[in-house]
T-cell receptor
């Protein structure tokens, strides 16, 4: 199956600093990638939809100036958490859909996730 | 609008006994449904998917799910649990033209020796 690589898997940063998380589709092109956040003991919540070459679409309640998303190529999307605070500590997961496979129900492929801890 | 409800937040079974993880969905049209599994501190792995073909879907690791339109359900089952099945399971419905996914709240499966 298609592979999505997310890096880093774990990161610890100080309050006020910024952290960049990368999401790469290794063997397919993804015009659209999705960024999710998973709170402890809760489900995944979609943060934003990242479209190659255009601005990301953010879900309601997600601060676009805080969570900067860049999708500069068909195989790379980045999420930058700016001026991180302890409440930003969470598990962030990206996913991408291999549009070449097409069709309804095409599965999404997920990265391994990034555990962010802000101290 | 699409939504998905996982009826149990935690299910505990003994090794070798059947597993049933319940999921109900709401969709304004024929849905695409998925079950994903997440092992601790790891990403998500697709178990199986329903895409309006056969209503009984077989997935990996012996799991299967049956799409029942009349009951708007898509329950996940396995005849015999293994210790390695202990994980969090998410029922997911695909929404939107771009394919973003709506997740249930997850069911944590514990398997006792």
């Amino acid at each position: 199956g298609a592979v999505v690589s997310q890096h880093p898997s774990r990161v610890i940063c100080k309050s006020g600093t910024s952290v960049k998380i990368e999401c790469r589709s290794l063997d397919f092109q993804a015009t659209t990638m999705f960024w999710y956040r998973q709170f402890p003991k809760k489900s995944l919540m979609l943060m934003a939809t990242s479209n190659e070459g255009s601005k990301a679409t953010y879900e309601q309640g997600v601060e676009k100036d805080k969570f900067l998303i860049n999708h500069a190529s068909l195989t790379l999307s980045t999420l930058t958490v700016t001026s991180a605070h302890p409440e930003d500590s969470s598990f962030y997961i990206c996913s991408a859909r291999d549009l070449a496979r097409g069709g309804e129900g095409t599965e999404a492929f997920f990265g391994q996730g990034t555990r962010l801890t802000v101290v | 609008a699409q939504s998905v409800t996982q009826l149990d937040s935690h299910v505990s079974v003994s090794e070798g006994t059947p597993v049933l993880l319940r999921c109900n969905y709401s969709s304004s049209y024929s849905p695409s449904l998925f079950w994903y599994v997440q092992h601790p501190n790891k990403g998500l792995q697709l178990l199986l998917k329903y895409t309006s073909a056969a209503t009984l879907v077989k997935g990996i690791n012996g799991f299967e799910a049956e799409f029942k339109k009349s009951e708007t359900s898509f329950h996940l089952t396995k005849p015999s649990a293994h210790m390695s099945d202990a994980a969090e399971y998410f029922c997911v419905v695909k929404a939107g033209s771009q394919g973003n996914l709506i997740f249930g709240k997850g069911t944590k499966l514990s398997v006792k020796p």
